[in-house]
């Protein structure tokens, strides 16, 4: 038997007792605890090998929002916990996030005791995380450190790991970013949202002669007016209320390197007008400030919107759009590439299976039928989250077409009335809202009236 020494949180004392039997039996000995508010002095004082973690504290609440500020809690305090969560109504949403967020595994109840006892010897004897995590995208190895997701608009600099581009339809970009890196040409990347503009834009920055130099990433498509220019430009002390110090901008910041200009298409005429500015002295002059500044740096844009189209219509302005777009560089929506299906689901299998340490190896003949003929409006972001989600709730080595769903057409969408949860109503909002709009970020953020940050946070929590 092995000896180990295990935590088990519940408001149900029955619960508790039934766990600490079970598991006292074959794996060590085992502390209980009704009261999650004594969390952190039971941990100050013990090692736990595992921590049982129910995640609904309060009697007919299936939220899990309390189990979920207690795991955060836990994992603050010990960042290594072993945290495996109960989840009393079946519900894998809940579960799928929970893994995001750092559990290592989660139990349903009623347990089964084989399966129960399974996940905690496997929880224990799990290896540390190795902060080397192949997903750059990661803050850090732990799968649940990536709280933030997706950088906002402030963006952040490149990784220093090149990152893997998968796909043959891929091949004649990857030839272009080639021929183009070393120069300092402007690049404009388009594509549908999820296509893998932003991966390009870090190739590009990757094999140019700025590689050692900052790679600085702005989504100008969600910076407020008042915002913009101070963001991109700097401001000097006192030149606004908030504005205590000195600040460099986005474009100083990405001195030497280059600056990524994601969703530029949403520029208003005034942004446009400033940016345009910029561009042609090559220095900016920070808010407050009459002196300009020469910029160096390399500059990369992309959009999901048809610009050409906007300067028809007068919405975009002709002459910014020459100086940002010497280069273009169009990425296909993944419906139109079904032979990279194949090769980018298995990439991300062996990503996620290493990083939940789960023992999935590969997806069934039936699956990749179904995934070829599924349109993927949200691209390959879709497809990735897509086989995250299955990967952590498989049961089996290959993955099946049961362990995914695929969005529904909204008219064959069961009725919203079905439930009165919230959140399920909100996560329908946004699957028809995405397909309406066909994955653009920006449309489905402006119909929910969400802002971009809010609606990437909720895809993220509903691995959408
Ligand atoms: N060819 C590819 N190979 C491997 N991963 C890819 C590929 N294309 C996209 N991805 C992954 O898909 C996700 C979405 O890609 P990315 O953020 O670059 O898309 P985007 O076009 O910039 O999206 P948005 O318009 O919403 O900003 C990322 O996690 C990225 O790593």
């Known amino acids: 038997m092995q000896t180990a020494k295990l935590l088990v949180v519940d408001d149900d004392p029955d619960v508790l007792l039934a766990a600490r039997l079970l598991l006292k039996r074959h794996l060590g000995t085992v502390d209980i605890e009704k009261n999650p508010e004594k969390l952190p002095f039971l941990l100050n ?10 995640m609904n504290f309060q009697r007919d609440v299936s939220s899990g929002r309390e189990g979920f500020a207690w795991l955060e809690r836990i994992l603050d305090i010990d960042p290594q916990a072993r945290v495996v969560l109960f989840t009393a109504y079946g519900d894998v949403d809940m579960a799928v996030r929970a893994m995001k967020a750092g559990a290592v595994d989660f139990v349903l109840k009623p347990w089964q005791n084989d399966k129960f006892l399974e996940t ?17 995208n990661k803050s850090s190895g ?7 997701g997706r950088s906002g608009p402030g963006g952040s600099p490149a990784a220093g790991k090149a990152t893997s581009i998968i796909g043959t339809a891929m091949r004649p970009v990857l030839d272009t970013v080639e021929r183009v890196a070393p120069t300092d040409a402007n690049v404009l990347i388009l594509g549908e949202n999820g296509t893998g503009k932003d991966l390009i834009a870090r190739a590009i920055h990757e094999q140019s002669n700025r590689h050692n130099k900052p790679f600085v990433s702005v989504d100008v498509g969600a910076l407020t007016e008042s915002l913009f220019e101070s963001e991109l430009f700097g401001h000097v002390k006192g030149a606004f209320t908030d504005a205590r110090d000195d600040r460099a901008g986005r474009f100083e910041e990405a ?62 302005r002709q002459d910014l759009l020459y100086r940002i777009n010497t280069i273009e560089l169009a990425l296909p929506p993944l419906r139109q590439r079904p032979d990279d299906i194949k090769p980018l689901a298995e990439h ?15 997806l069934s003949p039936a699956l990749l039928t179904e995934m070829k003929q599924y349109g993927w409006p949200g691209n390959v972001r879709e497809l990735q989250h897509a086989v995250e989600r299955a ?21 064959t969408a069961s009725p919203v009335s079905e439930t009165l949860q919230l959140e399920d109503l909100e996560r329908k909002a946004i699957q028809q809202a995405m397909l309406k709009y066909q994955g653009s970020i920006t449309d489905v953020a402006r119909e929910l009236g969400l802002s971009r940050q809010a609606l990437y946070r909720r895809l993220e929590k509903f691995g959408l």
Not at 142 to 148: F, I, L, S, Y
Not at 391 to 410: M, Q, W, Y
């Open 391 to 411: 990967v952590i709730l498989s049961a089996g080595a290959t993955l099946e077409p049961g362990d995914f769903v695929f969005r529904k057409n909204p008219s």
């Open 142 to 148: 732990r799968p649940g450190a990536n709280r933030g």
């Open 348 to 362: 991300f299998v062996r990503q996620y299976a290493k990083q939940y340490n789960r023992p999935v190896t590969g």
């Open 120 to 136: 905690i010897r496997a929880a224990i004897n799990r290896p540390d995380d190795d902060s080397s995590s192949s997903d750059t």
């Open 255 to 316: 001195a030497g390197g280059t600056i990524f200009l994601d969703e530029i298409g949403n520029l208003t005429p005034s942004q446009q007008a400033r940016l345009l500015t910029v561009l042609q002295q090559r220095q900016v002059t920070r808010v407050g400030s009459n002196k300009g500044r020469p910029v160096d740096v390399r500059l990369i844009c992309a959009t999901n919107a048809d610009l050409n189209e906007r300067v028809a219509e007068k919405t975009f």
């Open 45 to 54: 004082n013990n090692h736990y090998d595992a921590i049982v973690l129910d």
